[in-house]
C-alpha cells in the first residue's frame, strides 16, 4: 500500500476532552471479505509517505500564499472545533491512505476484522474514530479518541431485522442502554437509510412523526419508529446517494440537494448534533432504482458543502463498490477534489464549528443558491453554493456587513454597494466571502 504524498492539513484541531464535552449549543454494505489491499492515488500518480500537519494551509490548491486564516477564530464550538471527515467500514491496511489524502476520523470496521488490531492501527495514525467499543465497553474508558459508540448501521430498515437478532430498533435501545451504563459521558452515533427519511409515506418499517404508512399492512405504528432511533444515540446521520444509490424515484437522480431534504427532515424530528455520509465512488450496485456511474468532482465537492450548508457536523464517505467488492473504487479526479475540500475545511474548521447563521448577520440568496453564514468578533464569512449543474450569475444580500467582500482563497475582491453582492458561479461553485462587520 502506498498512501499519498500530498502536504495535507490535520482537520480541526487536536483531540481532547473538550472532544466529548461540546455541542453545538455550546457554540450558541454487503460482505467485505476477500478484497485486496487500496492504494489512493489521485490524478497526477503520486504516491509515497503522507505529510501532514495541525493548523496547515489548503493554500495549494486554493491559490492562497499559505498564511493562517486572517482572523481570529472561535475556539468553543462543536468538538472544540474540530471537524470530523473519514470514511465508513475501511481495513486497517488502508487507513493510512485515507490518512493521506486529509482524512481524521474513521467511522465503523469491516465485517470480520480484529478490532484490537484495527483500533491499534487507528491509534498509530492519530486518528479520530466512532466504532463499536473493541471488548468490554469499559476498555475504552478515558479515550478521547473514540468520539462516540457506533450503533447497527440502518436500523430503519426493515431487511437489515434478521441480521439484528429480529428487531433493529429494539437492538440500538438495549444497546444503547448497555452503554451508557458502562460510560455516561461516551456519545452514541447512529446512522439511518436517507431514502427511507426522504419517503414521507414508507412502506419499509420506518416513518417518522407526521408520516403516515400507505396501506394499513405496512407498519401502521411506524411513525415512532424514527424517535426511537433517534432517543437511543446522542449523535444522528444519514446515507444517501444521489448519483450511485438506490432512489425511490428517477426524478430525484443526480439531484445533489436531496441529501441536505434529508437532513433537513431528521432536524424536523430531533435537534441533536448531524452527521452525514456521502457517496464518492461509483458503487456498482447493479439492480433497480440504483445509478450506473460515481459522482463528478464538481457533484462530490457540492454535496459536501450542501450537507454544511444543511446543519452537518462532519462528512463521512461511502467509498466501496459491489459486484465485484471492492473496499475503494473512487476515481483519481475525485480523490484530486477531497484533497482540495479537506484543505479548506481543515482550515476553517473551528469557524465551520462554530454557531451556524448567527444573529446580527441576515444573508439571503436566490435558487439554485444556497448560503451559511458564520461570524468572528471582527467579520462575517458567508459561504455560497451553487447547487446547480449550470452557471449562475447571483445576487447575494448581506445585512450586518459594512464593505466588500474578500472572496477567500481566490485572491479577489467583489464591491458591496446596495446592500448586496454580485459574482458568478460556475456548475457547483462555492465562494467564501469574508466581509467586516458593521
Known amino acids: 500500500m502506498r498512501p499519498r504524498s500530498v502536504p495535507v492539513v490535520l482537520l480541526g ?17 454487503g460482505d467485505t471479505t476477500g478484497a485486496s489491499p487500496t492504494s489512493l492515488t489521485a490524478a497526477d500518480g503520486e504516491s509515497g509517505a503522507a505529510d501532514t500537519m495541525s493548523g496547515g494551509s489548503a493554500a495549494d490548491s486554493q491559490g492562497d500564499d499559505g498564511d493562517p486564516p486572517p482572523d481570529d477564530f472561535p475556539t468553543d464550538g462543536f468538538l472544540g472545533g474540530f471537524f470530523p471527515i473519514g470514511v465508513f467500514g475501511q481495513p486497517a491496511y488502508a487507513l493510512e491512505s485515507w490518512v493521506g489524502v486529509g482524512c481524521n476520523t474513521m467511522l465503523g470496521t469491516p465485517q470480520d476484522e480484529d478490532l484490537a488490531a484495527w483500533d491499534e492501527e487507528a491509534q498509530r495514525l492519530g486518528l479520530a474514530m466512532i466504532r463499536e467499543p ?14 462516540a459508540w457506533l450503533l447497527p448501521d440502518e436500523p430503519d430498515v426493515e431487511a437489515n431485522n434478521g441480521a439484528c437478532g429480529g428487531n433493529c430498533v429494539s437492538l440500538v435501545e438495549s444497546l444503547a442502554e448497555q452503554w451508557r451504563a458502562a460510560d455516561p459521558e461516551r456519545k452514541i452515533f447512529v446512522n439511518v437509510a436517507g431514502p427511507n427519511v426522504l419517503l414521507a409515506s414508507a412502506c419499509d418499517y420506518c416513518n417518522g412523526p407526521g408520516d403516515e404508512p400507505p396501506v394499513p399492512e405496512c407498519h401502521p405504528e411506524n411513525d415512532q419508529c424514527y424517535p426511537r432511533i433517534f432517543d437511543a444515540a446522542d449523535w444522528l446521520s444519514h446515507d444517501l446517494y444521489p448519483v450511485t444509490g438506490w432512489l425511490p424515484s428517477e426524478d430525484l437522480r443526480d439531484d445533489i440537494t436531496i441529501v ?66 471492492e473496499f475503494e473504487n473512487v476515481e483519481p479526479d475525485v480523490l484530486d477534489e477531497l484533497i482540495v475540500q479537506h484543505g479548506l475545511i481543515g482550515e476553517l474548521a473551528p469557524l465551520l464549528q462554530s454557531s451556524a447563521d448567527p444573529d446580527g448577520i441576515a444573508v439571503d440568496v436566490d435558487a439554485p443558491l444556497e448560503v451559511t453564514w458564520r461570524q468572528t468578533e471582527a467579520n462575517a464569512w458567508v459561504f455560497v453554493l451553487n447547487t446547480s449543474d449550470a452557471p449562475s450569475t447571483a445576487t447575494i444580500r448581506v445585512d450586518g456587513v459594512d464593505g466588500d467582500a474578500s472572496v477567500y482563497g481566490e485572491e479577489r475582491t467583489v464591491s458591496w454597494a446596495g446592500g448586496a453582492i454580485t459574482d458568478e458561479f460556475a456548475p457547483y461553485a462555492l465562494h467564501v466571502y469574508v466581509m467586516p462587520r458593521a
Do not use: M
Not at 484541531?13 to 454494505?29: K, T, V
Not at 431528521?266 to 465512488?281: C, M, T
Open 13 to 29: 484541531l487536536s483531540l481532547c476532552a473538550a472532544c466529548r464535552d461540546s455541542s453545538p449549543d455550546a457554540a450558541a454494505e
Open 134 to 147: 473493541v471488548g468490554a465497553p469499559s476498555e475504552d474508558a478515558g479515550r478521547t479518541d473514540v468520539l
Open 260 to 325: 441536505g431534504e434529508a437532513l433537513d427532515r431528521i432536524r424536523g424530528w430531533s435537534d441533536k448534533p448531524l452527521f452525514v455520509i456521502l457517496e464518492i465512488s461509483d458503487q456498482r450496485l447493479g439492480f433497480e432504482g440504483t445509478g450506473g456511474r460515481g459522482p463528478t468532482p464538481d457533484e462530490y465537492r457540492a454535496q459536501v458543502w450542501h450537507a454544511i450548508i444543511h446543519g452537518a457536523r462532519g462528512i463521512f464517505y461511502f467509498p466501496q463498490a459491489f459486484n465485484p467488492f
